[in-house]
């Protein structure tokens, strides 16, 4: 396989897009709930040619984020396009001007852990992301962060 991500187009989804994102995460087993929130960031990204990958979202909390809902559609799974999507919003929230960013991943801890993100414990994540519905639903035992430089 390519070492290289594969290039993505980032395309940022109005808030009457947000039924495809929502049932993309339900069918993947991630909340799909608070999707519709107009403080919630998400982008669909595709492929130049272009076809659709997946989806991410952001929520910005000062100069804090918060990585969710990052998901591939199936046929294109195991394929990087979810590394791409990943420092594709890695980009954004800088951005946005954020200095890390924090996610509670249902799964694939190691595949972030690769991308550079690291565990850490619940009381060293800023209050602001701790408020946050997902840090509340899915609590903090897997907790990871990242520092954007």
């Not at 109005?14 to 909340?31: C, F, S, T, Y």
């Not at 997946?54 to 990087?80: C, K, N, Y």
């Not at 396009?81 to 924090?102: H, N, Q, W």
């Not at 991308?115 to 850490?120: A, P």
Request: neutral net charge; charged residues 25%; hydrophobic residues 45%.
């Amino acid at each position: 396989m390519d070492p290289r991500p594969p290039r993505l187009t980032a395309i940022p989804l109005a808030a009457w897009e947000r039924d495809g994102v929502m049932a993309a995460l339900r069918k993947a087993n991630l909340p799909a709930d608070d999707v519709a929130l107009p403080d919630r960031h998400f982008w669909r990204f595709e492929t130049l040619d272009p076809t659709p990958v997946g989806f991410g979202g952001l929520e910005i909390h000062g100069h804090d984020a918060l990585l969710r809902s990052v998901v591939t559609l199936p046929p294109l799974r195991r394929r990087g396009f979810g590394k791409a999507m990943v420092a594709a919003l890695e980009d954004e929230a800088r951005i946005a001007g954020c200095r890390a960013i924090f996610l509670v991943p249902a799964s694939f801890a190691a595949v972030f852990e690769r991308l550079g993100y690291t565990v850490c414990a619940p009381e060293t994540v800023p209050q602001a992301i701790r408020d946050t519905s997902e840090f509340a639903t899915r609590g903090a035992a897997n907790l990871m962060t990242k520092p954007l430089p």
